[in-house]
Nanobody, 116 residues
Framework: QVRLVESGGGLVQPGGSLVLSCAASGFTFRGAGMNWYRQAPGQERELVAR????????NYADSVKGRFLISRDNVKDTVTLQMNSLKLEDTAVYYC?????????WGQGTQVTVSS
């Protein structure tokens, strides 16, 4: 079955960096688009970054452009989100997501807290 497992969250000061990783299994990873979403308390889940399967094209939310970098390793079946220059408003639970056969799959999420 499809499984997505996030890791790498934690507490960081404003201006700091974190790297999130998502380990995928149960599907053909190489051709799959992979996404990172986040959800802050009281807010809707929002798309942060995505990387497509064919040409590794990437898209970013305006709020993270120039600070976050999404990448993938098609040998290890992982997708990574490098987060730099973190801001207080980046605090959220971050989720890995993919869509297979018309159905969305989610990881359990990893908490990122930006605080001084």
């Amino acid at each position: 079955q499809v499984r997505l497992v996030e890791s790498g969250g934690g507490l960081v000061q404003p201006g700091g960096s974190l790297v999130l990783s998502c380990a995928a299994s149960g599907f053909t990873f190489r051709g799959a688009g992979m996404n990172w979403y986040r959800q802050a308390p009281g807010q809707e889940r929002e798309l942060v970054a995505r990387i497509f399967g064919t040409w590794n094209t990437t898209n970013y939310a305006d709020s993270v452009k120039g600070r976050f970098l999404i990448s993938r390793d098609n040998v290890k079946d992982t997708v990574t989100l490098q987060m730099n220059s973190l801001k207080l408003e980046d605090t959220a639970v971050y989720y890995c997501n993919t869509r297979i056969g018309g159905r969305g799959y989610w990881g359990q999420g990893t908490q990122v807290t930006v605080s001084s």
